[in-house]
């Protein structure tokens, strides 16, 4: 069974910082991408970064957010700087990974940390 863990959300005051972290667990053959979305009230969920053979950032968080990844811990990490009150969010850790050695990848989701953005 696979697990996807989020931890560091928050509330924090405009032009802060916070740094989440998502730890997958359980059988893990390998991990090929690891990505955080957003989910805001009344909105879809959307793509804020995604880490795999491309980097890639949404255009509201370039040059505030920063993805790394500790492939041995098979954790991702986001660095979110300059923080604004748009930012507001349920925050997704997302990973497409082989969980068995002759199985396709699968796609998993984590269950979300609040974070919050306050003027």
């Known amino acids: 069974q696979v697990q996807l863990v989020e931890s560091g959300g928050g509330l924090v005051q405009a032009g802060g910082s916070l740094r989440l972290s998502c730890a997958a667990s359980?059988?893990?053959?390998?991990?090929?991408?690891m990505s955080w979305y957003r989910q805001a009230p009344g909105k879809q969920r959307e793509l804020v970064a995604t880490?795999?053979?491309?980097?890639n950032y949404a255009d509201s968080v370039k040059g505030r957010f920063t993805i790394s990844r500790d492939n041995a811990k098979n954790t991702v990490y986001l660095q979110m700087n300059s923080l604004e009150p748009e930012d507001t969010a349920v925050y997704y850790c997302?990973?497409?990974?082989?969980?068995?050695?002759?199985?396709?990848?699968?796609?998993?989701w984590g269950q979300g940390t609040q974070v919050t953005v306050s003027s």
């Open positions: 997302y990973a497409i990974l082989r969980s068995r050695i002759g199985r396709p990848p699968g796609n998993y």
């Open positions: 359980g059988t893990i053959v390998s991990i090929s991408v």
């Open positions: 880490s795999g053979e491309i980097t």
